[in-house]
């Protein structure tokens, strides 16, 4: 990424980037390949925020930003370049605004819409490096593919809780994303930041270190974290770097490639290829609070199924659910009746969905088990539930336990249902 000839610093920023021009490596020429420089900033979350606006302040002149979400309140915990005047706001359009307040000497383009197979080539092929500020699976191999595929450097970040990675994925110079991971995990092992929580400062961290690479690129100066994947933990500040290797049996990268092309990645990870808790079981299935308030308002009531984490009890709960985690549920199963109407549900959908597949594919009643979703944020969810549970009330309160109807399924270990 050499500084190509014509490029000019005005007298402003010049100014602006006194500090960079202070430093032999980087100087005037590297403030200039600064300024000629594209980065696609995959994402405007919680690593999105520091990349972008720690890129933005040292001068990188094109920036694109993809993301299709609106700023939420849930967000500013981490996403740092939003606030609250932007609530509701697209975030491409919050971000770019905090950007360009930062350094208006910049060209921040925006692309309002999912990063998929059918825009990936298009959004991405004018940037001469990509980086990845996705929590998903799907889209961290879509990145990755799109990189390797139109031999750009893909600048890796994940997070969880309070351990982090980064890693910078070139396949022409060292390994890709898919010689780490061949394969996606199984759906539901790996849970999600938004099912499983992290702390505020670690994107700040690791994305941080994500633009620290990306400058690094443009620069052509240091050594970038090319072959290497470091591993950090905030509970003991620790960081930690692994070797990795090109697999020459690699689907997209390697001499026998069959990856050729984009696929459809939210096939390949079994999983949506977004950040939020929100799943689905299929319309068969899904009940709003209305249908449930009509199910438990008819006699026998089905008994309510919780999958959450016992800490999120402290969030919301509805009263008299049974609560068994879904990492539990395959060992618990003698705990439910197969005869049993049962209710499942969770935060956003996504792991009632995967109880919902583990129950039907273990015979438990293919036709009762439903699964509970749509309704957003827990907040406003499990209160509408809860209204709609108080006027359901008046139905019959007596519980009635049926019995079992499938071997395995000790009648002794019956619960009550509602309480
Ligand atoms: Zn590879």
Redesign the pocket.
């Known amino acids: 990424m050499s500084a190509p000839n014509g490029t000019t610093l005005s007298h402003e920023e010049i100014l602006r980037y006194s500090r960079h021009l202070l430093i032999p490596e980087v100087g005037l020429e590297g403030q200039k390949k600064l300024k000629e420089a594209s980065v696609l900033v995959i994402g405007t979350g919680g690593l999105g925020s520091p990349v972008s606006l720690y890129l933005a302040a040292a001068g990188v002149g094109h920036i694109g930003l993809v993301d299709y979400d609106v700023v939420d309140a849930s967000n500013l915990q981490r996403q740092v370049i939003h606030g609250m005047s932007g609530l509701g706001t697209l975030k491409v359009e919050s971000a770019r605004r905090r950007m360009l307040d930062l350094n208006p000497d910049i060209d921040v383009q925006v692309f309002n819409e999912p990063f998929t197979s059918a825009n990936a080539f298009e959004i991405a092929r004018d940037y001469d490096l990509l980086i990845d500020g996705t929590d998903n699976f799907p889209t961290r191999y879509l990145v990755n593919d799109v990189c ?1 595929l139109l031999g750009k450097t893909n600048v890796y970040g994940s997070i969880f809780r309070f351990d982090g990675q980064v890693s910078v994925f070139d ?1 022409q110079r060292g ?5 780490l991971f061949p394969e996606p995990p199984p759906p539901g092992l790996v849970p999600s930041c938004a099912e499983g929580g992290v702390l505020g400062v670690l994107p700040g961290t690791i994305g941080t270190l994500q633009a620290t690479e990306a400058l690094k690129l443009i620069l052509g100066i240091g050594t970038p974290l090319i072959g290497k994947l470091m591993l950090y933990n905030a509970l003991d500040q620790s960081f930690e770097f692994v070797k990795l290797k ?2 020459p049996k ?1 689907k ?3 001499p026998n490639a069959t990856v050729t092309e984009l696929i459809d990645y939210e096939a390949f990870c079994g999983v949506p290829g977004h950040d939020h808790e929100e799943g689905s079981a299929g319309a068969q299935w899904d009940i709003d609070a209305r249908g449930l308030a009509e199910r438990l308002a008819r006699a026998p009531r089905p008994r309510l199924l919780d999958v959450r984490e016992p800490h999120e009890l402290e969030i919301s709960k509805i009263e008299g659910a049974d609560l068994i985690p879904l990492g539990q549920l395959a060992g618990r199963l003698s705990e439910l009746d197969s005869a049993e109407e049962l209710v499942v549900f969770c935060k956003g959908g996504t792991r009632s969905a995967r109880a919902l597949e583990l129950l039907v594919s273990a015979g438990l009643t293919s036709t009762t088990a439903v699964s509970l979703y749509g309704f957003g944020e827990l907040s406003c969810s499990l209160s509408a539930v809860h209204r709609i549970l108080a006027t359901a009330s008046s139905a019959d309160g007596t519980s009635r336990v049926s019995g079992m109807r499938r071997s395995g399924m000790p009648s002794e270990s019956l619960k009550p249902m509602i309480a």
């Open positions: 390797v396949a390994p890709c994303y898919r010689c090109k697999n690699c997209v990268c390697g």
